[in-house]
C-alpha cells in the first residue's frame, strides 16, 4: 500500500494520488480493462450512478469503483488524521 504524506500548507491532486495508489490493488500491474476511476482524464458521477471518464464508464456497485472509493476514504482519513 503507498501511502502519501502532504506537507502541511501544500495541495494534492487526490484522483492522481488514487490512481497511482490503486495500480496493483488488484494483484496486478495496473487494472484492466481501463477503469475510469484510475483515469488521468476527468472523472464524472452520471445521474444513472454510473462513475464515467472521456475513454469508459463503470456501472452502479462495480467491485473495481468500490474498491477504490474504499481507498480514497482511507487517504482521506490519513489526510485528516495529519491535520489534528
Known amino acids: 500500500m503507498n501511502f502519501v504524506?502532504?506537507?502541511r500548507g501544500k495541495t494534492i491532486n487526490l484522483q492522481a494520488t488514487l490512481s497511482a495508489s490503486s495500480t496493483g490493488t488488484l494483484g496486478s500491474a495496473a487494472i484492466?480493462?481501463?477503469h475510469p476511476i484510475t483515469c488521468?482524464?476527468?472523472l464524472r458521477l452520471e445521474e444513472d450512478g454510473r462513475l464515467a471518464c472521456d475513454h469508459t464508464a463503470a456501472p452502479p456497485g462495480d467491485h473495481r469503483t468500490q474498491q477504490?472509493?474504499?481507498h480514497s476514504v482511507?487517504?482521506?482519513l490519513i489526510e485528516?488524521?495529519?491535520a489534528l
Do not use: E
Request: charged share 10%.
Open 40 to 42: 488521468d482524464g476527468c
Open 5 to 7: 504524506v502532504q506537507p
Open 80 to 82: 485528516l488524521g495529519a
Open 74 to 76: 482511507a487517504l482521506l
Open 68 to 70: 477504490c472509493i474504499d
Open 32 to 34: 484492466l480493462p481501463h
